[in-house]
């Protein structure tokens, strides 16, 4: 069974940038999206960046403007490059690829933002 592989979390001081990537373990075929969602403690996980196979790019308007999605179309693997990040980003940052017959999750990568 495919899984998703990320890297990139970590901890950072306010201001700072990292670099999300998630690489599929195995072929993933007919994608329709893939994306980044984010959970934080006593919250819902919520969409925060979405490319679409047609390369449409959505994001959540907390992120707007700092966060920047991409994706490799060849290695099928999707970035998410996190600049002058806040406190309030600290979470469990997840990749998700969603095909035309699944629904991929990554096991999902720790961001910690300090003051």
């Known amino acids: 069974q495919v899984q998703l592989v990320e890297s990139g979390g970590g901890l950072v001081q306010a201001g700072g940038s990292l670099r999300l990537s998630c690489a599929p373990s195995g072929s993933i075929f007919s994608i329709n999206a893939m994306g980044w969602y984010r959970q934080a403690p006593g919250k819902q996980r919520e969409l925060i960046a979405r490319?679409?196979?047609?390369?449409?790019?959505n994001y959540a308007g907390s992120v707007k403007g700092r966060f920047t999605i991409s994706r490799d179309n060849a290695k099928n693997t999707v970035h998410l490059q996190m600049n002058s990040l806040k406190p309030e980003d600290t979470a469990i940052y997840y990749c998700?690829?969603?095909?035309?017959?699944?629904?991929?999750w990554g096991q999902g990568t720790q961001v910690t933002v300090s003051s």
């Open positions: 490319i679409t196979g047609g390369g449409m790019i």
């Open positions: 998700n690829i969603v095909t035309s017959l699944h629904n991929y």
